[in-house]
């Protein structure tokens, strides 16, 4: 009989690790990890729509998430995951290696436009940063972030698949593309 415990240092959704990281992983979102509920409507169109050999662009990779997900569940050529928060993309890069990705790939910019840099406001509440800084609140530590030419990346990678979760800033994205 072998000893199916779960590892101590990860939490466990949907077959995936998650490196057990309580600055990262707090509250509502811990929950749903180990509930196999993050997630769980994006999740299942993802991988309706994602097949064999697509290469995806994902805009705005959270804690990893939905790339892991992707790159682990369907047999992807590549997944090229964009985040601006700079605090999660060593999170995000663990996520990766300890789910045995090659395939999965994080960068810290947000695609524009036009190529540039923008501010970008990390709040207490990870997942609660942003570009926008709230009227009355503390001043968040700010990051200047690469924005990089929407255009140009999409001709370089060539993706078959979009996938966004960028609260909202789609629009303006979508547009200049």
Request: one cysteine or more; glycine letters at 8%; aromatic letters at 6%.
């Amino acid at each position: 009989m072998t000893d199916t415990k779960p590892e101590p240092n990860f939490i466990h959704s949907r077959g995936m690790k998650f490196p057990d990281d309580p600055t990262i992983l707090r509250g509502r979102v811990r929950k749903l990890l180990r509930q196999n509920a993050y997630e769980a409507k994006e999740s299942e169109a993802a991988l309706r729509v994602v097949r064999e050999g697509d290469r995806v662009i994902e805009l705005g990779g959270g804690v990893g998430y939905m790339s892991t997900l992707v790159a682990s569940k369907r047999n992807v050529a590549s997944v090229h995951s964009f985040e601006a928060n700079p605090n999660l993309i060593p999170y995000i890069r663990r996520v990766h290696a300890a789910n045995g990705l090659s395939n999965a790939h994080v960068t810290n910019a947000i695609l524009g436009p036009a190529p540039g840099k923008v501010d970008f406001h990390v709040r207490e509440q990870i997942l609660s940063s942003s570009m926008t800084r709230f009227e009355g609140e503390a001043p968040p530590e700010t990051h200047q972030i690469h924005v990089l030419g929407a255009a140009e990346v999409f001709a370089d990678l060539a993706p078959s698949v979009l996938i966004c979760d960028i609260e909202g800033a789609e629009v303006d994205l979508i547009q200049s593309l």
